[in-house]
């Protein structure tokens, strides 16, 4: 079983900054696929970034809606991923899920499908008024 804890939601205005943490203590951290989610309410669950940087090389995605603001990242030596969002607008407000699979597949697809990540944390939320 893969833990992942998600920390640094809160509310802030629109045009602000957070950073999402997600804590996985796990000697395989490194070869995982890695990625944010985000889920409102009424909506479907959706891929905002993902990461692999295991031994098929680097891969991220990001979607449309927060190219350029957000930025996803890992560190295996503190086997931690991070999710700096910029200039957030109303429209980002969700709950946020840490999510991971152990191998890289779930992260070369165009598009990240939610249910292929079968590891997820219990979410933090972000709130932007």
């Known amino acids: 079983h893969v833990q992942l804890v998600e920390s640094g939601g809160g509310s802030v205005q629109a045009g602000g900054s957070l950073r999402l943490s997600c804590a996985s203590p796990?000697?395989?951290?490194?070869?995982?696929?890695m990625g944010w989610f985000r889920q409102a309410p009424g909506k479907d669950r959706e891929g905002v970034a993902t990461?692999?940087?295991?031994?098929?090389?680097?891969?991220?995605y990001y979607a449309d809606s927060v190219k350029g603001r957000y930025t996803i990242s890992k560190d295996n030596r503190e086997k931690r991923l991070y999710l700096q969002m910029n200039n957030l607008k109303t429209e980002d407000t969700a709950m946020y899920y840490c999510?991971?699979?152990?191998?890289?597949?779930?992260?070369?697809?165009?598009?990240?499908?939610?249910?292929?990540?079968?590891?997820r944390g219990r979410g933090t939320q972000v709130t932007v008024s």
């Open positions: 999510s991971a699979h152990q191998s890289p597949g779930p992260c070369l697809v165009p598009k990240p499908v939610p249910e292929l990540f079968n590891y």
């Open positions: 796990e000697p395989a951290f490194s070869r995982r696929c």
């Open positions: 990461i692999y940087d295991g031994d098929l090389g680097g891969h991220t």
